[in-house]
């Protein structure tokens, strides 16, 4: 028998041997982590429930690859970094994959490129709606019982384009086009849903508007849950604040400075640079001052927080707005407002560790359905980070490490008569982590 298969030409000899190597090694993968991903997807059941939004306009005797399947199958390439649908095409005859997706590795092949293409241009505005509100189910499904209060990060965040896509729009500070997504995650991390939009700021009415759905969402399971909105001065308009106000949701915003504003804080800012000039070795001095105000389209006076910093490079202000009537100023700044900023890195965790922004299709309703299967993604790799030890380097892991640590793992899969066996490198690093993640994962809330 002649081996068809060419040898890498190139390699150097070692201690005297030729190296020969040939890519004819049968039924291995690099994903063997996607053993501990595919047990946290069937307990989470994320892919039914997206495709349980879609309706199937095949032929059911005719369909070989069922909806449910496919979305499974593109958020596990998500989450093992292969954002791009055009790797379906090698990936679909992959042992790993193919178990994941309860195929033996035998079975016929996973579904390919065209099919994941045609998928993803299948939902319409209607199916879009009722996939929101699973993302916003999976989100209260996550919790044991319900919480007293959950606090929401919105956010937006600049995707820039390359092409004709419907929505896109010239944003003159990014200088290029693109679409501007809002993404909301809680406190904790859990990723609760995204809309995609123009490449513009929000404005009061479209900000009201989105609360109205994704607030009405969360109550529909939660009535009487307490919910605070954090988000950044985008937010910080009068349509905002009256809603929030008339349906009993707490916020607490950035708010731009102005001429106005710093009025309130000159004596403020000069005693506190003076101390500065006194004691520089000491480092930076922070202070804080709150007072009422409102900007002539506000309906009525508002509590306002100023942070006053002054360095060796000169003094920084910065305000928030709240309708929080308790609590001390510094208290609700560091503590409360600062926090925030983890929303920063989740955004990055989804939009550049599992490549949210490939939003290449030309129709809005398919890259919309995209921003979807990211987030079903995030969902994966978050569950799988929240099962790791508290206290542990595992728990705050970043996304593209974890990928790299647990996922990306060699592996030989054998399918015998009664059993498939899947031999794992000896040598693997954080091998012992899978245990802990495997006994664990009755925790995940199902």
Known sequence: MVDVTPFLPGLSPVQGKAVVAR?????????????????????????????????DPRAPERVVHRLAEIIRFRMLMIAAGYEDGNDADSLRADAMFKLALDRLPSDEELCSQST????????????????GRALIEQ?????????????????????RVHGGQQLRLFNAFRDDYGFQPIVVFDGEGRFVTALLRPGKRPGGHEIRAFLRRLVGAIRAFWPRVEILLRADSHYACPEVFDWCRENR????????????????????????????TAAPARGKVRRFAQFHDAARSWSRVERIIARVEAGAEGTDTRFIVTNLEGGRAKSLYERLYCARGQAEN?????????????????????????????????????????????????????????????????????????????????????????????????????
């Open 346 to 446: 989740h955004i990055k965790a989804w939009k550049n560790h599992l490549a949210a922004d490939r939003t290449s299709c030309h129709e809005a309703t398919a890259n919309q359905f995209r921003l979807f299967l990211h987030a079903g993604s995030y969902w994966l790799l978050w569950s799988m980070r929240r099962l790791m030890p508290k206290g542990s380097a595992w728990r705050v892991m970043q996304f593209d490490t974890l990928r790299l640590r647990l996922i990306k793992i060699a592996a030989r899969v054998v399918e015998l008569k009664k059993q498939i066996k899947i031999h794992l490198p000896s040598s693997t690093r954080d091998r012992a982590i899978f245990g802990i993640i495997l006994n664990r994962l009755p925790r995940l809330v199902t």
């Open 116 to 131: 994941i293409s045609r998928l993803e241009n299948l939902p319409d505005r209607r199916a879009l709606l009722r996939l």
């Open 139 to 159: 989100y209260c499904t996550s919790f044991r019982q319900m919480p007293k209060r959950i606090v929401l990060d919105v956010d937006d965040t600049f995707d």
């Open 23 to 55: 890519f004819d090694g049968g039924r291995l993968s690099s994903e063997g982590g996607l053993l501990a991903l595919r047990e946290i997807e069937t307990r989470l059941g994320l892919a039914d429930r997206l495709a349980a939004c879609v309706k």
């Open 249 to 276: 949701v707490d916020w607490l915003l950035g708010l731009a400075p102005n001429a106005v504003l710093r009025r309130h804080v000159e004596a403020l800012e000069k005693t506190t640079a003076e101390r500065f």
